[in-house]
């Protein structure tokens, strides 16, 4: 298995790792765009990678796609055409595929929050599905109401916390399926 690459939110000029999502299955449906993608690399299960962003008004925004159509036409999404791309070695994005959209801005009218993570301490990697926030030393959490940003908390110093807590147990409680999927799940349950 692999770490798999995270969605991202851009802010303040930087892509930081979506590093746990309390509603996951209410925050970005990815099916309603219209596009089928294919896994592309043993990175990037889903298929895409997605670049949300927090407009001008603080709402959240869906500002740029990568991924794929597993070679059928692509559809148009928030009336932006994708184009191709094919070189991952220059954007780590492509990955995902083939496809680009660029400057979509579609609202995400999401209700609760998630958690964005920056500068991952490379000695906590596990080689299989999203890291946990805590592993990663500056985690902010974004709170939203129909999709408008309301609050941002600063949790890196529960982060570090969390960190210390996990060195000082070493126990496995969970069968190896249990802990191979909350590898893979988001939600805050799993991650938080």
Not at 35 to 50: S, V
Not at 57 to 80: A, H
Not at 100 to 128: A, R
Request: hydrophobic content about 40%; aromatic content about 14%; overall charge negative.
């Amino acid at each position: 298995m692999t770490a798999q690459i995270n969605d991202k939110l851009r802010f303040d000029k930087s892509d930081f790792d979506i590093v746990a999502i309390e509603n996951p299955v209410d925050f970005f449906d990815f099916q309603k765009l219209g596009l089928k993608p294919i896994a592309n690399c043993t990175a990037c299960w889903r298929g895409y990678i997605a670049i949300f962003g927090i407009d001008e008004d603080n709402n959240l925004v869906l500002k740029d796609l990568y991924s794929n159509n597993d070679d059928m036409e692509p559809p148009l999404i928030n009336g932006v055409e994708a184009f191709e791309i094919n070189d991952w070695q220059e954007n780590l994005y492509a990955l995902a595929g083939n496809l680009m959209y660029k400057d979509i801005n579609l609202p995400i009218p999401y209700t609760g929050s998630f958690l964005i993570g920056d500068n991952f301490i490379d000695d906590l990697y596990v080689h299989m599905g999203f890291q946990h926030p805590f592993k990663y030393e500056y985690i902010e959490e974004f709170i939203f109401e129909n999709g408008v940003c309301i609050e941002t908390r600063d949790l890196s110093k529960e982060a570090k916390e969390r960190r210390e807590k996990e060195k000082s147990t070493d126990k496995v409680t969970k069968s190896p399926v249990q802990w191979i999927e909350d590898q893979f799940d988001l939600a805050y349950r799993k991650k938080w």
